[in-house]
């Protein structure tokens, strides 16, 4: 039996062929990570599936553009994935901003984002930023692998040819790293 990554590679190369049955074997394989990792990144289960399904719509356009010389298929798509869901929140943002400009709705009792919050969630993400390259790069990378594409520990292990306990073990000491990091500014703050 070929590894998940070969047969991943195969799909996107006979997708890129033009291959319609191999589109929808890759969608049975991929699609529930796809929408798992886009509801992570967008907080909202309708965004997460118009993510996917546009990022399966530019599969089938741009497969042929897929080089397995520079990483793995499911990588390759789940990175896609994560750029559809953050220009669909970008543009249903600016949408959503322009129609709160042109139509005010006085019954919406939430207030609107004040400065000050905004400067507050600015710094946040420059320490998150921070607190992530001051891990050593293979925790670093175990984490941002995990979180950011979406992948198990088993799949990590499995890309990056690391022992399971291995990465369980760079994804546990980072966290606690981070945390550690995080709550030692709490009580400075």
């Known amino acids: 039996m070929a590894p998940t990554a070969d047969i991943e590679t195969a799909l996107l190369t006979r997708l890129g ?4 049955s191999a589109l929808a074997t890759l969608y049975d394989r991929l699609s529930p990570l796809a929408l798992g990792l886009a509801i992570r990144v967008a907080g909202n289960h309708d965004l997460a599936e118009d993510a996917v399904q546009e990022a399966f719509l530019r599969v089938w356009r741009r497969a042929d553009r897929y080089d397995p010389q520079r990483g793995a298929a499911r990588a390759w798509f789940l990175r896609l994935v994560r750029n559809v869901v953050i220009d669909l929140m970008r543009t249903r943002g600016a949408v959503g901003r322009a129609e709160v400009r042109s ?3 006085p019954s919406d009792d939430v207030p609107p984002d004040r400065p000050d919050d905004a400067v507050v969630r ?7 930023r921070a607190g ?3 891990l050593p790069p293979e925790q670093r990378r175990a984490i941002e692998i995990a979180y950011f594409e979406g ?3 088993s799949e990590i292990a499995a890309r990056e ?3 399971l306990g291995t990465v369980k073990t760079r994804i546990r000491d980072g966290v606690l ?3 550690a990091l995080f709550s030692g500014e709490a009580m400075h703050a």
Do not use: Q
């Open 103 to 105: 139509a005010p709705d």
């Open 17 to 20: 062929h033009g291959d319609e």
């Open 151 to 153: 992948l198990s520990h």
């Open 161 to 163: 040819g690391t022992p």
């Open 177 to 179: 790293r981070l945390r």
């Open 122 to 128: 600015n710094e946040r993400a420059a320490r998150v």
């Open 132 to 134: 992530l390259e001051a």
